[in-house]
């Protein structure tokens, strides 16, 4: 009988998850405190239950804590402790500190950073990407107490914050900018440079709705979170192809309003909601990155869906899935070969 030489004693799924170190899951736990005073659900089996979620693509929680029943016996692998039903899921997600997932996001980019850089991104977008941040350096009052506004209580804020940027295919800033600690983040949208040929990443510490306007006017891409409170009016529900990760739950074109001196006006963007999936992608991105063999982003996670729980080396077979293909070919024609005439 023909045995797989991709036949591995750990599921798809558990060999994804063993990517997680525990230790990087152990620290943010202590970081965020946040399996206390739970007996049951901690923090590890809420983010596998997740991961479940995301790389089989179920939609509801009811889905989720359906599916994970019918894994009883085939969580040893991957050690999930408790199977989750869907009040459990959704307590979870009500009550448990989001930072927990992020402090963990943040320490499996740290683990895995030099395997995630892609220098051909520039080549796949045909724009340059730049990224821009601060963050704020704080000095003994005595050394920079003239730093930073006075605030009503008398007292300063001392510090100096570095404003950076820097192309995402290059490992050191374009620019670096010393302000007061006091200054205001989106101080820097006035200092960078607009082209049809870049596009700028940042986070929502630099809302200013008048850049995003000098932005459009100039052709200049940008890529933002929205804050939590904007207004906006909803012009088209845009469709999302098939061929698009699942990851994208909506695509809308979006309106909203420009407060200018003269008159108000209106600017059309794009709103795109993900769920939150950032460690699944990760990982994801870890073996397309580990792979000497090229596959698309798509048809990884698509052939991690059907084969999550089924027991080949992920890795091994990803490189080369047509060696047992043809192995299973050349055992069929060998039996034709040498297999008696039928004289019925």
Not at 161 to 167: R, V
Not at 221 to 241: K, M, P, S
Request: charged content about 25%; proline content about 2%; aromatic content about 12%.
């Amino acid at each position: 009988m023909h045995k797989s030489t991709h036949f591995f004693g750990t599921s798809v799924f558990g060999q994804l998850i063993s990517f997680i170190d525990d230790k990087i899951i152990q620290n943010a736990v202590k970081q965020h405190n946040s399996d206390y005073y739970i007996k049951k659900f901690k923090t590890r089996d809420h983010l596998i239950s997740m991961l479940f979620c995301t790389f089989a693509k179920c939609f509801s929680l009811r889905e989720v804590a359906g599916a994970m029943l019918g894994l009883a016996g085939k969580t040893k692998h991957f050690r999930l402790e408790h199977l989750p039903y869907r009040s459990t899921l959704s307590d979870a997600n009500k009550q448990r500190d989001v930072s927990v997932f992020a402090t963990i996001y943040h320490s499996l980019l740290q683990k895995y950073g030099h395997l995630l850089s892609d220098s051909r991104i520039k080549e796949v977008v045909n724009k340059q990407i730049q990224i821009f941040d601060s963050t704020t350096i704080p000095l003994f009052r005595d050394i920079l107490k003239c730093v930073g506004r006075k605030s009503k209580n008398g007292k300063h804020k001392g510090g100096i914050k570095i404003h950076t940027i820097i192309n995402v295919d290059e490992t050191v800033p374009k620019v670096v900018w010393f302000t007061g600690a006091a200054t205001n983040d989106h101080i820097l949208l006035s200092k960078l440079e607009l082209s049809p040929n870049i596009i700028y990443v940042f986070d929502k510490g630099y809302n200013d709705y008048k850049a995003y306007k000098l932005f459009t006017d100039n052709q200049t891409g940008f890529v933002t979170r929205i804050r939590d409170n904007a207004a906006y009016n909803v012009l088209e529900q845009n469709e999302i192809d098939e061929c698009i990760h699942s990851g994208v739950l909506q695509d809308e074109s979006i309106e909203i309003t420009v407060k200018e001196k003269d008159n108000d006006s209106k600017l059309k963007l794009r709103k795109v909601v993900f769920y939150c999936t950032l460690i699944a992608n990760l990982l994801m991105t870890v073996v397309q990155k580990k792979l000497k063999r090229s596959w698309a982003f798509s048809n990884l996670v698509s052939f991690v869906k059907i084969h999550l729980f089924n027991y080949i080396h992920l890795m091994n077979f990803l490189e080369n899935p047509e060696k047992d293909w043809r192995k299973v070919l050349l055992k069929e024609r060998q039996f034709d070969l040498f297999s008696p005439f039928d004289t019925s």
